[in-house]
T-cell receptor, first 114, second 111 residues
Framework: NAGVTQTPKFQVLKTGQSMTLQCAQDMNHEYMSWYRQDPGMGLRLIHYSVGAGITDQGEVPNGYNVSRSTTEDFPLRLLSAAPSQTSVYFC?????????????FGEGSRLTVL | GQQLNQSPQSMFIQEGEDVSMNCTSSSIFNTWLWYKQDPGEGPVLLIALYKAGELTSNGRLTAQFGITRKDSFLNISASIPSDVGIYFCAGRTGTASKLTFGTGTRLQVTL
């Protein structure tokens, strides 16, 4: 079982470039989300989705876009990268109907914007 | 946006020592969770708490859901080198899957 798979694991961008971080899960989870992790800030929610075709903003959505065309995939797009978006990004998923609150995380994507 | 405050920010302890960390919030949560992140990995769930006052153990780990529903505590007994990592608390309101995470406690264990 692959669980939550994120690609790429590492990426370096120049300011103004665009890119997409990919996230796929094979657990048939309805809920998927993106977090960013910064030193001293913990994990902050960027965007989330409760099912295919439904997305919503989290705590720090500016500069990021998402879409959810299938249950399995939840890509995160940076339209014009800025140095402030240098961070480690985590995708996480869970069942929406199982009331445990447990999220399953990917291994992370480390992004550096120069 | 709301964040949970964890303390301490970091800890350096010797193998065999007990560890205590806590998490506080200005808001009420109906679920508290504790996650551990190993270096280079994503966080993994350790313990989940669902009722105020609840005390739950998982091996050497014990966590409590504060009676005010605004705080939670995690204790690790007899620490070992593989306990090294970052520990995050997380809170949830309602039945939504959306979690609010704490700022993390970095644990280092020396031999």
């Amino acid at each position: 079982n692959a669980g939550v798979t994120q690609t790429p694991k590492f990426q370096v961008l120049k300011t103004g470039q665009s890119m997409t971080l990919q996230c796929a899960q094979d657990m048939n989870h309805e809920y998927m989300s993106w977090y960013r992790q910064d030193p001293g800030m913990g994990l902050r929610l960027i965007h989330y989705s409760v099912g295919a075709g439904i997305t919503d903003q989290g705590e720090v959505p500016n500069g990021y876009n998402v879409s959810r065309s299938t249950t399995e995939d939840f890509p995160l797009r940076l339209l014009s990268a800025a140095p402030s978006q240098t961070s480690v990004y985590f995708c996480a998923s869970s069942f929406r109907t199982v009331n445990t609150g447990e999220l399953f995380f990917g291994e992370g994507s480390r992004l550096t914007v120069l | 946006g709301q964040q949970l405050n964890q303390s301490p920010q970091s800890m350096f302890i010797q193998e065999g020592e007990d560890v205590s960390m806590n998490c506080t919030s200005s808001s009420i949560f109906n679920t508290w969770l504790w996650y551990k992140q190993d270096p280079g990995e994503g966080p993994v769930l350790l313990i989940a708490l669902y009722k105020a006052g609840e005390l739950t153990s998982n091996g050497r780990l014990t966590a409590q859901f504060g009676i005010t529903r605004k705080d939670s505590f995690l204790n690790i007994s007899a620490s070992i080198p593989s306990d090294v990592g970052i520990y995050f608390c997380a809170g949830r309101t309602g039945t939504a899957s959306k979690l609010t995470f704490g700022t993390g406690t970095r644990l280092q264990v020396t031999l």
